[in-house]
């Protein structure tokens, strides 16, 4: 059964850091992009990022750029979303997606087959 599972949500004080996980289970996650998506109250979702599982290439939203960095270990079947120089406007719930192709090109129509159950991260002072 393909399974995707956040972890690592947290309440952080504006220009903190946290990182997030995303177990993948019932499938290999090197054999697909995985795409990080957030939802805050009153927004539409928003495309964080994507790496690609055919060379490792990271695509961003305009939002995030320069400050978030995901990366994978394929060896546990897991990827990583690192956010620094988080701000307020960073709060929102946090979900990891399998994209359906290896070079993020369902992120980018702001798409996954699997959706993990999204970790809170809260931006406040």
């Known amino acids: 059964q393909v399974q995707l599972v956040e972890s690592g949500g947290g309440l952080v004080q504006p220009g903190g850091s946290l990182r997030l996980s995303c177990e993948a289970s019932?499938?290999?996650?090197?054999?697909?992009?995985i795409a990080w998506f957030r939802q805050a109250p009153g927004k539409e979702r928003e495309g964080v990022s994507c790496i690609s599982s055919v060379d490792n290439r990271t695509h961003y939203g305009d939002s995030v750029k320069g400050r978030f960095t995901t990366s994978r270990d394929n060896a546990k079947n897991t990827a990583y979303l690192q956010m620094n120089a988080l701000k307020p406007e960073d709060t929102a719930v946090y979900y990891c997606a399998r994209d359906t192709t290896a070079r993020c090109s369902s992120w980018y129509r702001g798409w996954g087959d699997y959706w993990g159950q999204g970790t809170q991260v809260t931006v406040s002072s």
């Open positions: 019932g499938f290999t996650l090197a054999h697909y992009a």
